[in-house]
């Protein structure tokens, strides 16, 4: 929708506003408005019309405008011209870079080959249009490798599909109604402000809030209490609040009976774990477990916002899933302020199949990729590649592995390799950036057409361009049409516009189009609490607290707790947890280069307890050496007492570029993977820390 305001006499033109959304990697996704003037994008605000955004945005969306018109933004394709990683490039045309492009990857899909050729994707946008539609469409078209996309959320959504049959949950904005909260690894002011409104609105009518967190957040600091865990013991805790639901009786025996499946081995499992047991593994006071758990098995309603930082270790997907099991055991999916929210993706009903079209792979099953692995896999490990052949060519949009991906020094060493092909679709020249062969200027949101869904509300989301783009910058979207059309593509979704790929993103009748056109969004028609009498979207239709899938896999079939793979204590070399959680001006490594946003956040830093500094001699402010097996990474340490005894904080994601030494904290993150999902292990790491 694109609205005429009134303007002041000063104004030489009218303004306009434009109807968008949030791109980011956020499970708000924000309604924006954008007001253009003269061709201009002169403000950008939250959209007070959307319930879910209340016209408020996050600190660094607000300053999206300046991302926009930062004079680093790329504006014209560039041609590689120094060696791989110095960032020296020469400005070509359009015609020029996409024919080379085109003309190479069709030299690598001679002999069967294709499987040489790598897309590397994720969460850059959200959208469905520039991030999941035409790019598939040529990929599958062209029998390259597939990507398994892990870096984030697979083990919890792994573990909530096994659970309760997708990423689903309670409806957010009933949090305002709940009486007690836990927060479980989440720092919600920093990553999810709107859910927090909705915490604080319940607070103030007399509710309880419980963060469950390694680090001492923000969030933790308003909560009534926190519960400061180590790193990949989540499980455990879970667990042992079982035992305390059912050594107390605090349990809705109707309901378990009703809607759950595998009720009497969880029992037995869950048994084994009193208090105490999981406070010696948890490091936390066996008298606060007892405490947690008659306040989750006495009040009601009870909900827990759960968020993906717990599921990144190694036992990450059986501890999401004792989580997911908990709010069955109490009958709290009964009201719709209890229950359960992780993700709510999955109650949209998009046509990917209509979007990404798998069925030009026409019957080809190519190998895949696990990104998580890409250090791995561009080095040569035969594992990592599916034991295929190496990778010879890869495109990356919407990612910038060499600062996001673990083990990043690896990562850096394969984006090296002078015979890798490397064509990198961007706004900025990330640290990926500099190791392109082709650097193509990508547009931001307010530039391009795109559709949204959420993993934290469950509205879709139109966003309309509000400007030309600047320079010669083009959407993801056109480019992959372009190389399609350069490689004799012909299929007629091959010539599907960017607006045309809006209207596929669902099938005819399953939202209302009509609303979404007309205000900017549309709000999915769901029950209140959808739950309350089972109906969930397994097999069985009940809450699975035994695996069927996984036990016919030789798996266990319960959830369990599962030790890290680096577990505090068991190494003397390496005595300190780490764990990588965001700063809180980043997203991720989108914002790092904002220059209002960077001096926030200062300069790298870890954050480290005054007693773990004071074993070796570290005063606050010092550089420090972070190190391990896998490399070593120089920041400033910060004595905090956000950091609890045995744990450093390395806050993330800089660019690597702009570190003291050319790294960052993921020069010390590992590629082992987690129990299921196969998703990354960012907090499952153990270092040392000295001066520098």
């Not at 398994?148 to 689903?168: F, H, M, N, P, Y």
């Not at 309901?255 to 499946?261: D, K, N």
């Not at 936390?284 to 306040?295: F, G, N, S, T």
């Not at 060493?413 to 990330?430: C, K, P, Y």
Request: aromatic content about 6%; proline content about 6%; glycine content about 8%.
């Amino acid at each position: 929708m694109v609205a005429a305001t009134a303007s002041s006499s000063m104004s030489p033109t009218p303004s306009v506003t434009v109807l968008g959304a949030c791109p980011h990697d956020c499970p708000d996704t924000c309604a924006l408005v954008t007001t253009v003037q003269d061709g201009q994008a002169v403000k950008l605000q939250g959209n007070p019309d959307h319930r879910h955004t209340g016209g408020v945005l996050c600190t660094k969306v607000s300053r999206y405008l300046e991302r926009t018109a930062h004079p680093d933004r790329l504006l014209y394709p560039m041609k590689r011209v120094g060696p791989k990683g110095a960032g020296q490039f020469e400005r070509v045309s359009w015609d020029t870079a996409l024919d080379d492009i085109a003309h190479r990857l069709q030299n690598l899909t001679e002999g069967n080959s294709s499987e040489t050729i790598l897309p590397y994707s994720y969460a850059g946008t959200m959208g469905l249009v520039q991030g999941e539609s035409m790019d598939r469409r040529f990929f599958h078209k062209l029998g390259a490798s597939l990507l398994d996309r892990t870096i984030c959320s697979t083990a919890g959504g792994e573990a909530l599909s096994l659970t309760l049959g997708g990423k689903v949950g309670m409806r957010v904005e009933f949090f305002a109604e709940s009486k007690l909260i836990l927060i479980w690894g989440s720092n919600s002011i920093a990553s999810n402000l709107h859910f927090w409104r909705h915490a604080q609105a319940a607070k103030r009518a007399g509710a309880k809030l419980v963060c469950i967190d390694p680090r001492k957040t923000e969030t933790a600091d308003k909560c009534d209490e926190h519960i400061a865990l180590l790193p990949g013991t989540d499980g455990a805790l879970a667990l042992a609040l079982m035992h305390e639901l059912i050594v107390h009786d605090w349990l809705d025996h109707d309901y378990i009976a009703r809607h759950t499946v595998g009720w009497d081995a969880l029992r037995a499992r869950a048994l084994q774990w009193p208090p105490a047991r999981a406070a010696a593994v948890c490091g936390v006071p066996e008298a606060q477990i007892v405490a947690l758990a008659r306040d989750y098995g006495q009040t009601k309603p009870a909900a827990i916002r759960l968020n993906y930082g717990m599921q990144r270790v190694h036992g990450g997907g059986n501890a999401a899933r004792a989580i997911a099991c908990l709010p069955a055991l109490v009958g709290a999916w009964r009201h719709r302020a209890g229950g359960l929210l992780l993700s709510s993706s999955g109650a949209y009903p998009v046509d990917r199949a209509a979007l990404q079209r798998p069925d030009l792979l026409a019957g080809r099953r190519p190998r895949t990729i696990n990104m998580s692995c890409i250090g791995d896999a561009l080095t040569g490990d035969a594992p990592a590649l599916s034991n295929g052949p190496p990778v010879k060519a890869v495109v990356v949009y919407n990612s910038n592995p060499v600062s996001v991906a673990p083990e990043s020094g690896k990562v850096a060493a394969g984006f090296a390799r002078e015979d890798l092909f490397t064509v990198v679709l961007e706004q900025f020249r990330t640290d990926t950036a500099d190791y392109a062969d082709y650097l193509l200027p990508a547009t931001v949101q307010i530039e391009h057409w795109d559709i949204h869904t959420s993993y934290g509300h469950t509205d879709v989301l139109l966003n309309r361009p509000a400007v030309g783009p600047r320079g010669e910058a083009r959407s993801n979207a056109w480019v992959f049409r372009e190389l399609a059309r350069r490689m004799g593509f012909d299929e007629p979704c091959f010539r599907d516009d960017d607006e045309a790929l809006c209207a596929a993103a669902f099938a005819p009748g399953a939202i209302d189009v009509a609303q979404l056109h007309a205000q900017g969004f549309t709000t999915l028609r769901l029950p209140d609490a959808p739950y309350a009498e089972g109906n969930f979207p397994t097999p069985t239709g009940r809450c699975e607290f035994f695996s069927e899938r996984l036990a016919a896999q030789g798996m266990d079939g319960l959830p369990n707790h599962v030790p890290n793979h680096e577990a505090v204590g068991s190494s003397t070399q390496f005595p300190l947890a780490m764990i990588s959680p965001p700063a809180r001006n980043f997203l991720n490594s989108t914002f790092v280069n904002v220059t209002s946003l960077r001096a926030i956040e200062g300069e790298p830093l870890l954050e480290i307890h005054a007693d773990d500094a004071a074993a070796r001699g570290i005063a606050d402010g010092a550089m420090v050496r972070v190190f391990n097996q896998r490399g070593e990474h120089r920041c400033r340490a910060e004595v905090s007492r956000r950091a609890r005894p045995g744990v450093v904080h390395g806050m993330g994601i800089w660019w690597r570029k702009l570190g003291f030494d050319g790294t960052n904290v993921n020069q010390l993150t590992s590629q082992r993977l987690t129990d299921i999902g196969r998703g990354p292990t960012f907090y499952d790491c153990l270092v040392e820390v000295e001066l520098a």
